[in-house]
């Protein structure tokens, strides 16, 4: 298993190498979270872990490059108002985001980038405030999912961990679904559940869980693909609609 150290960097692999595996192990997500249906229930979607570094963001921006493939119009939000990383992944810049589109009631074509990626936009997090939570838990974010749903299919938003901020939380209850990253081997039982409940109690829906850094046995030798494993996750699950 890769370890997880504090120097970031990011590879955008279903863009770079869309025939590789682990690019088809975001397809397989693409299709096990129910992306591939008709009558998607689910267009605006939260992406959290419970502790820093377990790989959200890359995660998040993979899978809205896999849908963007897939034909459908998507938007990347980058709601990590603390450690916003979208623009390095996508390597653009990120004067203007949500923050503005909420304070200065920007319009959204105004703010929104393309990405090399086609039907992909970002709204990168804009200049980072001095109080995230507040500025998420207000009517002008609620009312954003809403703008958005107008313009795109599928709305991605990146957040902070749960366990750290009360950011992730507020998003939950705003967005239709949530699905927690966990950092195979390293995301503690006790912590994942911790973050289930605290997500729960804000009224989340959480559709899947998905392991990253999986090690997948194939012909009797362990590759690490740095694949991701999804587990649909009872009533709300994706799978079972
Ligand atoms: N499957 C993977 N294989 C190898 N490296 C990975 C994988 N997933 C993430 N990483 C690396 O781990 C680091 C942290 O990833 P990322 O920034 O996506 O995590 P995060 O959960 O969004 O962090 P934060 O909590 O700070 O927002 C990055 O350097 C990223 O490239
Ligand atoms: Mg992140």
């Known amino acids: 298993m890769a370890k ?20 088809e192990a975001y397809r ?16 605006s979607i939260l992406l959290s872990s419970p502790n820093p570094m377990d790989g ?9 490059v896999v849908l ?7 938007i990347l939000v980058d709601c990590d108002l603390r450690k916003p990383m979208q623009h390095e992944i996508f390597k653009l810049p ?7 589109c909420l304070m200065q009631n920007l319009e959204i074509a105004e703010v929104a980038q393309a990405t090399a990626v086609e039907n992909l936009n970002l709204l990168s997090s804009g200049p980072i ?22 313009e795109y299919d599928y ?4 957040g902070p961990p749960v366990l750290a901020v009360a950011d992730a939380s507020i998003l939950a209850g705003q967005v239709d679904g949530v699905i927690l990253v966990l950092w195979s081997g390293h995301s503690r039982i006790d912590a994942a559940r911790q973050a289930k409940e605290q ?15 999986v090690e997948v046995k194939r012909n009797n030798y362990y590759y690490n693909y740095g694949s991701y494993y999804y587990y649909g996750y009872g009533e709300g699950s994706a799978r079972k609609k």
């Open 4 to 23: 997880k150290n504090s120097k970031r960097e990011y590879e955008l692999i279903t863009h770079e190498r869309p025939k590789a595996l682990v690019s």
């Open 28 to 43: 397989t997500l693409r299709t096990n979270l129910g992306f591939t249906e008709i009558d998607q229930k689910y267009r």
């Open 56 to 64: 959200k963001s890359m995660t998040i921006a993979n899978l809205a």
């Open 68 to 74: 963007a493939q897939a034909g459908h119009k998507v």
């Open 94 to 100: 990120n004067q203007r985001g949500v923050t503005n």
């Open 129 to 150: 405030p001095p109080n995230p939570a507040e500025i998420l838990n207000s009517e002008s974010t609620r009312a954003l999912w809403g703008r958005l749903q107008e």
């Open 155 to 158: 709305i991605l938003v990146d």
């Open 199 to 213: 997500l729960s109690r804000a009224g989340a829906n959480l559709i899947g869980v998905v392991l990253n850094q």
